[in-house]
C-alpha cells in the first residue's frame, strides 16, 4: 500500500509499504477521505511547535471497515467509520475523570505518532465511530472537526434560546454558528474582514454576517441582538483583535470562549475583563460523545457541510493540494483528498 510521509516542511514522499494486520482489538480500515486542516498547514510550512519529521499526516478521516481483530467487538467488516485521532494515558488526572482530551501526555495521530495518510490504517476499536451509511465520505471526514465544533458549543453550556457572535469565518468559526443552532440557539452572528468567508457562512445558513472593515463588532452586536448583546462570543480567529473586540464589547457578565489557537502571546486587556465580571472559557479538541452528536446534526441537517468542500485532489497530488491552498487562502474552506482517485 502507498503511505504518504512528510520527510521535512513542504516534502511529501510515497512510500510503498506492507499493509498493516490489526492486532487483537484493532480494525483495519481503508482509507477514503482526509481532510486537510490549518494545523496540517502549519506542519507543512514548518510552524507546528509539537511536531517533528518525519511524520504521516491525516486525522481528519472517513473510510471503511475491512479487518477486525479478534477482541474487537463493537465494529464488523463493512461498516463506514471515522477514526477520533487522540492519543491518551487513561491514568492522568484528566483521563480519570473522563477529560481524556486533556490528557497528561496527549497524543494527536498525524501530528506526534502516526496518522492516517495511507490506503490502510490499523487503529484501536475504541478511536473508531461509526457513520450512518446516508452520510458520504465527505461528510464523514468532516465530523472531525465539526466534533471540535460541538465541543466548543458545548463549553458554554444549554444554549437554548441564546445570542451567539462568532468572531472568525473559517471552517471552524462557521461550523460553531451551524452547531450553536443546531444546538437550540436563537440566533447567531459571524464577523470576519473576508466578503468570500462571509457568503459561505450566509450558504450556511448563519442569520447575520459582518464584514468588521465596514460595520464595527460593538455596532454588529446590537443590530443583530439588541441592547443586550450576544450571551456567548466564541473566538475563532485567534489573535488580538479579534479577543480585543471581545473583551472590549461583550456584555458585562456574559461570556467569552477562546476556540481558536493563539499562535503568539497574546496581548489583550485583562483590566476590561476584570471590571465587566466576564468569563474568559477555553476550549480543547472533543470527546468521543461530540462525535456522536456531530453526526446526529449532519443526519438531522441542522448542519450543511457541504458548502464547506472547497474541492477534491487524488492522493497522488498531496503536495499539489498544499500549494493550491497557498494559493487559494481567501476561497479554501475544506480540501479533502480523495483516495479513490
Given at each position: 500500500m502507498l503511505k504518504a510521509v512528510m520527510t521535512a516542511p513542504g516534502e511529501i514522499e510515497f512510500r510503498d509499504v506492507e499493509v498493516p494486520v490489526p492486532g487483537e482489538n484493532e480494525v483495519l480500515i481503508k482509507i477514503r477521505r482526509i481532510g486537510i486542516c490549518g494545523s496540517d498547514i502549519h506542519v507543512y510550512h514548518g510552524k507546528h511547535p509539537f511536531t517533528g519529521?518525519?511524520?504521516?499526516?491525516?486525522?481528519?478521516?472517513?473510510?471503511?471497515?475491512?479487518?477486525?481483530?479478534?477482541?474487537?467487538?463493537?465494529?464488523?467488516?463493512?461498516?463506514?467509520?471515522?477514526?477520533?485521532?487522540?492519543?491518551?494515558?487513561?491514568?492522568?488526572?484528566?483521563c480519570r475523570h473522563g477529560k481524556y482530551n486533556l490528557c497528561e501526555e496527549l497524543k494527536v495521530m498525524g501530528f506526534q505518532t502516526e496518522g492516517m495518510a495511507a490506503e490502510y490504517f490499523c487503529v484501536d476499536e475504541s478511536k473508531v465511530t461509526v457513520l450512518p451509511e446516508e452520510l458520504s465520505y465527505d461528510e464523514g471526514a468532516m465530523i472531525e472537526p465539526l466534533a471540535v465544533?460541538?465541543?466548543?458549543?458545548?463549553?458554554?453550556?444549554?444554549?437554548?434560546?441564546?445570542?451567539?457572535?462568532?468572531?472568525?469565518?473559517?471552517?471552524?468559526?462557521?461550523?460553531?454558528?451551524q452547531a450553536a443552532k443546531g444546538m437550540g440557539a436563537a440566533r447567531v452572528m459571524v464577523t470576519d474582514i473576508l466578503p468570500t468567508r462571509l457568503e459561505k457562512a450566509r450558504e450556511c445558513g448563519v442569520d447575520d454576517v459582518y464584514d468588521t472593515t465596514e460595520t464595527g463588532f460593538g455596532d454588529a452586536l446590537v443590530r443583530s441582538f439588541g441592547p443586550d448583546k450576544a450571551d456567548v462570543i466564541y473566538d475563532c480567529a485567534g489573535n488580538d483583535t479579534t479577543m480585543g473586540q471581545a473583551i472590549q464589547h461583550a456584555r458585562k457578565g456574559s461570556t467569552i470562549i477562546l476556540t481558536a489557537v493563539f499562535a503568539?502571546?497574546?496581548?489583550?486587556?485583562?483590566?476590561?475583563?476584570?471590571?465587566?465580571?466576564?468569563?474568559?472559557?477555553?476550549?480543547?479538541?472533543?470527546?468521543?460523545?461530540?462525535?456522536?452528536?456531530?453526526?446526529?446534526?449532519?443526519?438531522?441537517?441542522?448542519?450543511?457541510?457541504?458548502?464547506?468542500?472547497?474541492?477534491?485532489?487524488?492522493?497522488?497530488?498531496?503536495?499539489?493540494t498544499y500549494r493550491h491552498i497557498d494559493g487559494n487562502r481567501e476561497t479554501s474552506m475544506k480540501i479533502l483528498i480523495d483516495m479513490d482517485g
Amino acid at each position: 500500500m502507498l503511505k504518504a510521509v512528510m520527510t521535512a516542511p513542504g516534502e511529501i514522499e510515497f512510500r510503498d509499504v506492507e499493509v498493516p494486520v490489526p492486532g487483537e482489538n484493532e480494525v483495519l480500515i481503508k482509507i477514503r477521505r482526509i481532510g486537510i486542516c490549518g494545523s496540517d498547514i502549519h506542519v507543512y510550512h514548518g510552524k507546528h511547535p509539537f511536531t517533528g519529521y518525519p511524520v504521516t499526516q491525516g486525522h481528519e478521516v472517513s473510510g471503511d471497515v475491512v479487518g477486525v481483530g479478534a477482541g474487537a467487538t463493537r465494529v464488523r467488516a463493512g461498516q463506514k467509520v471515522t477514526i477520533e485521532p487522540q492519543v491518551f494515558c487513561g491514568k492522568c488526572h484528566p483521563c480519570r475523570h473522563g477529560k481524556y482530551n486533556l490528557c497528561e501526555e496527549l497524543k494527536v495521530m498525524g501530528f506526534q505518532t502516526e496518522g492516517m495518510a495511507a490506503e490502510y490504517f490499523c487503529v484501536d476499536e475504541s478511536k473508531v465511530t461509526v457513520l450512518p451509511e446516508e452520510l458520504s465520505y465527505d461528510e464523514g471526514a468532516m465530523i472531525e472537526p465539526l466534533a471540535v465544533a460541538v465541543h466548543a458549543v458545548r463549553r458554554f453550556g444549554d444554549m437554548e434560546g441564546k445570542n451567539v457572535a462568532v468572531l472568525g469565518a473559517g471552517p471552524i468559526g462557521i461550523l460553531v454558528a451551524q452547531a450553536a443552532k443546531g444546538m437550540g440557539a436563537a440566533r447567531v452572528m459571524v464577523t470576519d474582514i473576508l466578503p468570500t468567508r462571509l457568503e459561505k457562512a450566509r450558504e450556511c445558513g448563519v442569520d447575520d454576517v459582518y464584514d468588521t472593515t465596514e460595520t464595527g463588532f460593538g455596532d454588529a452586536l446590537v443590530r443583530s441582538f439588541g441592547p443586550d448583546k450576544a450571551d456567548v462570543i466564541y473566538d475563532c480567529a485567534g489573535n488580538d483583535t479579534t479577543m480585543g473586540q471581545a473583551i472590549q464589547h461583550a456584555r458585562k457578565g456574559s461570556t467569552i470562549i477562546l476556540t481558536a489557537v493563539f499562535a503568539r502571546l497574546a496581548k489583550v486587556d485583562l483590566a476590561v475583563l476584570n471590571d465587566h465580571e466576564l468569563d474568559l472559557n477555553t476550549t480543547m479538541m472533543y470527546r468521543h460523545e461530540d462525535f456522536v452528536k456531530a453526526i446526529e446534526l449532519v443526519r438531522q441537517k441542522k448542519v450543511d457541510l457541504r458548502p464547506l468542500m472547497s474541492g477534491h485532489f487524488p492522493f497522488r497530488q498531496y503536495s499539489e493540494t498544499y500549494r493550491h491552498i497557498d494559493g487559494n487562502r481567501e476561497t479554501s474552506m475544506k480540501i479533502l483528498i480523495d483516495m479513490d482517485g
